[in-house]
């Protein structure tokens, strides 16, 4: 969030606030593509500040949930090293102190283990489902940031048509087109700053939401993988006895069993 912030505070400040009269003003407008009016200005800036925090966030959850976060290696390799070295006690323990999204899991299975082989499995499922619902739950700010962002700059598109119309109303039917366009060029300019900042956020939740399924899929494969040495071993197969062959003739004739 804090990345957010910054990322803000350096774009805002290059972007021209107020509207002045005078040729200079409307050159930088058209280069910013800033209306002309207050209102239209205003709702301008606000998007562009959503568009400055939504790249920012999108930046702190990519560093955020990266592969090396979720799923760390020497998490992996430290529980089987104890494991295999029945080193139970400290493996629980370590498991417990790690705050990944797998050392979570694993400390949630190693502590069923007192119950058996089907607990822990039931223990990776739950917690990973829980854990996977942690973690999507941050980027839920970009399908809402995305959803709202259109609607703001609707909200300028209504304005920048009801100016327009008041100005035709005014005049009579027969206004200066370039009155005109002020209010159809605010319209415009407001929908456009609205898909910036939709667009983007609406594309990295997906791409955010499509990562975390597969990391958190995969981070539930390895905890299983990890507790395979707890699954018990099944039952010898016996060998089941050969039928018996009915006797032919071409078989040798068998002693009569002695009697009892």
Do not use: C
Request: proline letters at 9%.
């Amino acid at each position: 969030m804090y990345l957010s912030i910054l990322l803000a505070g350096v774009v805002l400040p290059a972007t021209p606030v107020w509207a002045q009269v005078g040729d200079e003003s409307t050159s930088v407008a058209k280069m910013f593509l800033l209306p002309g009016d207050f209102l239209g200005l205003l709702i301008t800036w606000l998007l562009v500040f959503l568009s400055a925090v939504s790249i920012g966030y999108t930046l702190s959850l990519m560093l955020r949930y990266r592969r090396s976060q979720l799923l760390p290696d020497e998490t992996r390799k430290k529980v089987s090293d104890l494991l295999m070295g029945k080193r139970f006690t400290e493996a629980i323990e370590f498991a417990a102190k790690d705050r990944s999204y797998l050392g979570r899991v694993i400390s949630a299975s190693l502590s069923e283990a007192g119950h058996g082989f089907g607990a822990m499995e039931r223990a990776i499922e739950e917690a990973g489902d829980s854990q996977t619902t942690r973690a999507l739950r941050p980027i839920e700010y970009l399908n809402v940031l995305g959803n709202i962002a259109p609607m703001i700059g609707l909200f300028g598109t209504v304005y920048g048509m009801i100016v327009a119309f008041d100005k035709l109303q005014a005049s009579g039917g027969r206004p200066d087109p370039a009155a005109l366009a002020g209010g159809i060029s605010t319209a415009m300019i407001t929908t456009f700053w609205g898909l910036v900042v939709a667009i983007p956020a609406l594309a990295s939740y997906a791409l955010m939401r499509n990562k975390i399924d597969a990391l958190t899929s995969e981070g539930m494969l390895i905890a299983e993988q990890i507790i395979a040495p707890f699954k018990p071993a099944g039952p010898t197969p016996q060998p089941k006895p050969s039928p018996k062959k009915a006797p032919t003739q071409d078989d040798p004739p068998q002693p009569p069993s002695p009697n009892p």
